[in-house]
């Protein structure tokens, strides 16, 4: 192991020994500059060592994560060799019922931690992938897939037995059938070898020979063997039912399916190359099937999910199996998005049984949709049902659901005490814009709170639940490693120090939290940023956080930390900042999420005018002189907002914005929108390009041209509707070796150099 070596401080100074003044160069180096976030917490078996990802904010952008490990205590903090590190506890791991050894895939090989002695060792190691190992009732077998089967291997011995016989292609009799089709026309070739056999002995008996042969080895492996059907993959085996059973889910891949084509023109090999992206929104997806496979015959039935859901296609999502491995759990989902059940599986009968059912007429979603466990003979869920996400506790023999928490707040994380007797939760109920760590007891109702600091806490428990580590931050303060006792209000020790030395020196903002009247009555939260110059009649910019169902309105580390670098700047040079959450952000439960079912660009567009309307009626910005930017979905509303309410706003800056939704991927528009081919309504009403007829103001975008979700195309698309349009007050930005995600500072820097050029020249 190396110790730590903390690293000079160097930072820039006025010749008053102030920090010079802040610019975008220095912020667009990300992380080099804010800090690296450390991620992945685990612990080491005796809860002494907490170990976690993270690199200095020296290393180069490009550079692979570390491994470092720390006392319970906060000292002795190391940097483990990249050998050390493939031998530390692992994020994610299966454990044995005693909580004494878990086991888990690396490198595409499966590998055993140890608790006690707190190292791993590689169990299985071959030229294929093994995935998804888990611990057999008794803890002295695991099993795993390999391919399209799932072995069972024995830690005494190392044994191995293979229980499914899953195939690809045809059946031998369809195989066969095949062959005669393909001989039909060579009658004279089946008739030399039926006559070698009557002329010539040794040619018969070898024949027979062969198929006695054939015979005994069927009677010695009666078990058939399952041919998935074509297109078909198992993506996940369980062994269950006293191992009599295979609970197997296949996915069925779409046929004729037409893939995008994202051309990269900057490569080593001088030549542009193609990069194959996701298909189009509408086009047909994947479908998920369950089957029940016997061990002993091979026999495999495809569950009958039994919902009669009106002509729905389902797809089983998810599966959750009991400690016992006596009975299944799983989730269904109509591909329609508006129904989600939670079923029993009968194994022998291979039927499925509904146990609780939730409808949206918007669709599915919020916090939890996929969460779905054993307690004892209970299922445990959540569920936005109440309006808001929520556990709930239901018996698997059928029964009334119990609500286990209730309120106008969010459970945003939830998981069980090793001894299964406790939830952990992560909540919002202290504050929509904090998240706090709880203990919940199931059968009193009674809750325990752990942190009171203000901001986000996202905690990993040891072994023996008496600590805590977490990564915390603050509005102003970057995400840093903390341990301390799990005790409510103990005080924990910070472990890490991500940012440079120049990014500590300086004073940020705390940004104002205010609630801002909507034209229907509804406060929409908003993150105010005051500029110390500012005065009445000043400029003003709204930023819009992207994905839509996203929040940025809180009081920890903005994951959009270069722009509230970039909001400084703006403050500094006398502009008034916005950042609302608009409706379909998160964190507000079903009815804020929804709230753009089928019109994006409508309710969450009206907030941000409701927000330019409250900063000059109440902030006192010149109405004439605010403008607005965001990326992705941000871009796709700045483009809404300079196209669909021309007056608001004089200037903006779309980055890597959808600009016609019917080209975007299928698992989020369809969600909201539903398909274009059924609700063209919905896409012509939602999509910048049909209007963009109504552009005044000033209009910058920038794309990433190697973009694989939202394509650079988007951008193409509409540079050429302005074209056609006789536009002239628009610009088009190219980055030729950008993601939709910008790595290279370089992108950074020109990108929000051509923004700030943007509200100077237009704002001012």
């Given at each position: 192991m190396r110790r730590l070596i903390a690293l000079p401080l160097v930072m820039t100074l006025t010749a008053g020994g102030q920090p010079a003044p802040l610019q975008i160069e220095t912020i667009m180096q990300g992380p080099r500059y804010a800090g690296y976030a450390p991620e992945k917490l685990r612990w080491s078996g005796d809860g002494k060592r907490l170990y976690f990802n993270w690199k200095r904010h020296t290393d180069a952008i490009h550079a692979p994560v570390d491994t470092y490990v720390v006392d319970r205590d906060g000292g002795n903090l190391l940097k483990l060799s990249e050998a050390e590190a493939r031998l530390s506890p692992p994020e994610r791991?299966?454990?044995?019922?005693?909580?004494?050894?878990?086991?888990?895939?690396?490198?595409?090989?499966?590998w055993l931690y140890d608790y006690t002695v707190d190292r791993g060792r590689r169990l299985v190691a071959t030229r294929e992938a093994e995935q998804e190992p888990e611990f057999l009732p008794g803890g002295q077998e695991i099993s795993y897939q390999r391919g399209q089967n799932l072995y069972v291997q024995s830690l005494a011995d190392g044994s191995v037995e293979q229980v499914t016989d899953n195939r690809t292609g045809k059946p031998p009799a369809e195989e066969e059938e095949t062959k005669k089709d393909a001989k039909k026309t060579q009658t004279s070739q089946e008739y030399l070898k039926e006559e070698e056999k009557l002329l010539l002995g040794v040619v018969k008996e070898r024949a027979e020979r062969k198929e006695a042969e054939r015979a005994r080895e069927k009677r010695r492996n009666a078990r058939k063997p399952f041919y998935l059907p074509a297109r078909h993959t198992a993506i996940e085996q369980r062994l269950v039912g006293n191992r009599k059973y295979v609970v197997a889910l296949l996915r069925e891949a779409p046929e004729g399916v037409k893939k995008t084509v994202v051309p990269n023109y900057v490569s080593e090999s001088g030549y542009t190359e193609e990069l194959t992206a996701r298909n189009k929104v509408g086009d047909l997806q994947a479908r998920t099937k369950l089957y029940v496979i016997n061990t002993e015959t091979g026999e495999a039935r495809e569950v009958d999910l039994g919902l009669g859901a009106g002509g729905k296609a389902v797809a089983v999502t998810r599966l959750a199996v009991s400690e016992d491995r006596e009975r299944v759990a799983f989730l269904a989902r109509s591909t329609d998005n508006k129904d989600l059940w939670r079923m029993a599986l009968d194994l022998v009968a291979a039927k499925g049984r509904v146990l609780t059912q939730d409808h949206d007429e918007a669709w599915i979603g919020g916090p939890g949709t996929q969460q779905i466990g054993f307690l004892g003979d209970q299922i445990f869920y959540q569920s936005e049902v109440s309006g808001y996400s929520h556990l709930y506790l239901q018996p698997f023999a059928g029964g009334t659901a119990k609500a286990l928490t209730s309120g106008n707040w969010e459970v945003t994380g939830v998981e069980l005490s090793w001894d299964r007797k406790r939830f952990y939760l992560t909540t919002s109920e202290a504050s929509p814009y904090e998240r706090h760590f709880y203990s919940l007891d199931p059968a009193t109702g009674a809750k325990e709170r752990y942190t009171t600091a203000a901001g986000k806490h996202e905690v990993t428990l040891s072994p023996d639940e008496k600590y805590l580590g977490e990564i915390y931050s603050y509005a102003n303060k970057p995400e840093e490693v903390y341990v301390g006792e799990k005790q409510a209000g103990a005080k924990a020790v910070q472990v890490t120090s991500s940012p440079s030395p120049e990014f500590l020196a300086r004073k940020w903002v705390d940004p104002a939290i205010v609630e801002i009247p909507a034209r229907d009555g509804k406060k929409v939260p908003g993150r105010l940023y005051k500029a110390a110059n500012g005065r009445r009649g000043g400029p003003a910019v709204i930023f819009v956080h992207g994905a839509g169902y996203l929040q940025n309105v809180h009081r920890w580390w903005s994951s959009y930390f270069r722009e509230y670098m970039f909001h400084h700047i703006l403050m500094a040079n006398g502009y008034t900042v916005l950042d609302i959450d608009y409706r379909a952000s998160a964190g507000y439960g079903r009815d804020w999420r929804t709230g753009v079912y089928r019109h994006m660009g409508g309710k969450d567009l009206e907030d941000q005018l409701d927000a330019a309307k409250w900063l000059v009626t109440v902030q006192g910005v010149n109405a004439r002189k605010i403008g607005i930017y965001g990326g992705s979905y941000g871009g796709f509303i700045t483009l809404m907002a300079l196209f669909t309410s021309p007056d608001t706003f004089a200037a903006g800056a779309a980055l890597r914005p959808v600009t016609d939704w019917a080209h975007y991927n299928h698992p989020y528009t369809a969600n909201i929108l539903n398909e274009p081919q059924r609700d063209g309504e919905a896409y012509r009403k939602s999509s910048p390009i049909y209007h963009a007829a109504?552009?005044?103001?000033?209009?910058?975008?920038?794309?990433?041209?190697?973009?694989?979700?939202?394509?650079?195309?988007?951008?193409?698309?509409?540079?050429?509707?302005?074209?056609?349009?006789?536009?002239?007050?628009?610009?088009?930005?190219?980055?030729?070796?950008?993601?939709?995600?910008?790595?290279?500072?370089?992108?950074?820097?020109?990108?929000?150099?051509?923004?700030?050029?943007?509200?100077?020249?237009n704002l001012k």
């Open positions: 791991c299966q454990a044995d019922t005693e909580r004494k050894r878990c086991v888990y895939e690396q490198e595409g090989d499966i109504g552009l005044k103001g000033a209009l910058l975008i920038c794309h990433g041209m190697v973009d694989v979700n939202v394509h650079y195309q988007d951008s193409v698309r509409l540079a050429q509707k302005l074209i056609e349009l006789g536009k002239e007050n628009w610009e088009l930005a190219s980055y030729p070796v950008e993601d939709h995600g910008f790595v290279e500072p370089s992108s950074w820097t020109d990108e929000y150099r051509r923004i700030f050029k943007l509200f100077e020249k």
